[in-house]
């Protein structure tokens, strides 16, 4: 593309109630404005079709949260001449965990033993026969985060205590994996360019930082880069995040897979730089991030890494100081490699325009397909045959969630031991809203921010505390 080519109008895609993933600032060098559009829920669908029409976009950028999923499959099929980045095919899998699993056992990727009942009864005929611990999940909607709604159980009793109290629907039910630890594994076209180790505290299974895991960055197993380039490409991302287990046995299994993750600044700015080098044909250089960069990176304070949140990286090139850096190795644990030799081997790819033809809503909306009241209703269900699909309303994000007013909130937030009126007031500035304030913690996205003095232990009395307040709810 020449200089002068026109570029394609990019949009930015937010939602009300939701983080914001992307800002132009991510963008940095377009010349173009790039136009921001706000999906209000409720009755909207219509009303934001026609906005992305009148502003011309050409291509939309943006994660979309579980319970939108559906309604954004029928804007993006009414807006064919616009192109979705990340496809609504690339972004099933974020809608739920069924979605991950059924992804995987198309492409054939392990990840554990996975059943999942529609129908109660067969649920419960299963686990009295089941051998133990399992695994049960909250499988969709906003709260799928943080490992709040992951749980270990170790008996059929304490399986169906769970399920009565918890009402999680569809069952979804994994084998218990034995693991030494999980490591995140975050990509830009295809190319691992962030991974760590996510480890669990002593005597204890879940690895989630907000529940007390650790992280640290040194010598994650080549296998393990290997299968997250594998389940990447299986997804046609331009960007993705897998959480994948190192289990005792030697073995890697996914466990999470998706395009709306938690990550650092800079890597906002890499997928921006590598979305800028894909929209422009060349005239944007693609960006070069070298492999086990996180390596060096963990090394530096947080503060100042924000600081230098727009970071880039020259190519390996032979000179007398590179030869240096040319004969330095990586002891892994499946063998050792020159490091310049690993970073050519793991090319950030370009990834084609795929539609939304891979997963179609008609065939592959389970949750649409069997809802609660119509499994009720009979005896039996096969999640195979063919049922069409319910018509959804466009839904709220936090309609299954319990809102709480401002004064409720601080009420319920200032109970906890830790948790002042000063603390209360810059959460609540954090969010703007008692609905940003509810998804931000159905999300378990407080371990994530940055909000002065919210220590690890404070973020996990806090999420604890909500939890229990909407299972009174």
Not at 146 to 152: A, L, P, R
Not at 161 to 185: C, N, S
């Amino acid at each position: 593309m020449g200089r002068n080519s026109k570029l394609p109008t990019l949009g930015l895609l937010y939602l009300d109630y939701v983080l914001q993933f992307f800002d132009t600032s991510n963008f940095k060098g377009w010349p173009e404005k790039i136009e921001k559009v706000t999906y209000h829920w409720g009755n909207d669908k219509e009303r934001l079709i026609e906005e992305i029409k009148r502003k011309k976009i050409d291509v939309l950028i943006g994660n979309i949260p579980a319970t939108a999923y559906e309604t954004f499959r029928d804007i993006s099929l009414a807006l064919p001449h616009v192109w979705f980045v990340p496809s609504l095919d690339t972004q099933f899998s974020n809608k739920s965990k069924e979605n991950v699993t059924r992804f995987a056992w198309k492409y054939k990727i392990p990840v554990p033993k996975t059943r999942i009942f529609y129908n109660p009864q067969e649920g419960e005929a299963f686990l009295k026969k089941t051998h133990y611990p399992k695994i049960i999940k909250k499988s969709y909607g906003p709260s799928n985060y943080g490992g709040y709604f992951v749980h270990k159980v170790d008996s059929f009793d304490e399986a169906m205590h769970l399920l009565k109290t918890k009402k999680y629907y569809p069952m979804y039910i994994q084998d218990f994996i034995p693991m030494e630890a999980d490591i995140r594994v975050m990509l830009i076209g295809h190319k691992p360019v962030c991974a760590f180790w996510r480890r669990p505290p002593e005597g204890k299974w879940l690895t989630n930082t907000s529940q007390g895991g650790t992280m640290d960055y040194h010598d994650v197993p080549k296998k393990v880069l290997d299968l997250a380039v594998r389940v990447s490409k299986a997804a046609k991302a331009e960007y993705w995040a897998c959480d994948i287990a190192y289990g005792k046995d030697g073995k890697v299994r996914i466990l999470e897979c998706a395009t709306a993750f938690a990550a650092f600044p800079y890597i906002r700015d890499w997928i921006g730089q590598y979305l800028m080098w894909k929209f422009s044909k060349g005239r944007f250089p693609k960006p070069h991030i070298p492999v086990y960069n996180w390596e060096e990176l963990s090394k530096i304070n947080k503060s100042l890494l924000r600081t230098m949140r727009h970071i880039t990286f020259g190519a390996y090139s032979p000179s007398y100081d590179g030869e240096y850096f040319g004969q330095q190795k990586k002891a892994l644990v499946d063998g050792e490699y020159f490091l310049h030799a690993l970073d050519s081997f793991y090319t950030m790819e370009d990834t084609p325009e795929t539609g939304t033809s891979e997963w179609p809503s008609d065939v592959w909306n389970y949750q649409g397909k069997f809802a609660l009241k119509t499994v009720r209703s009979v005896e039996v269900v096969s999640v195979s045959s063919p049922t069409k699909r319910s018509d959804e309303t466009q839904e709220s994000p936090l309609q299954m969630e319990k809102i709480l007013s401002k004064k409720a909130l601080k009420k319920l937030l200032t109970s906890i031991k830790g948790v002042g009126e000063k603390k209360f007031n810059r959460i609540f500035e954090t969010y703007g809203s008692p609905e940003a304030v509810a998804e931000a913690f159905n999300q378990g996205s407080l371990s994530l921010s940055e909000i002065k003095g919210m220590t690890p232990k404070i973020q996990k009395k806090i999420l604890a505390r909500w939890e229990e307040s909407q299972q009174k709810g």
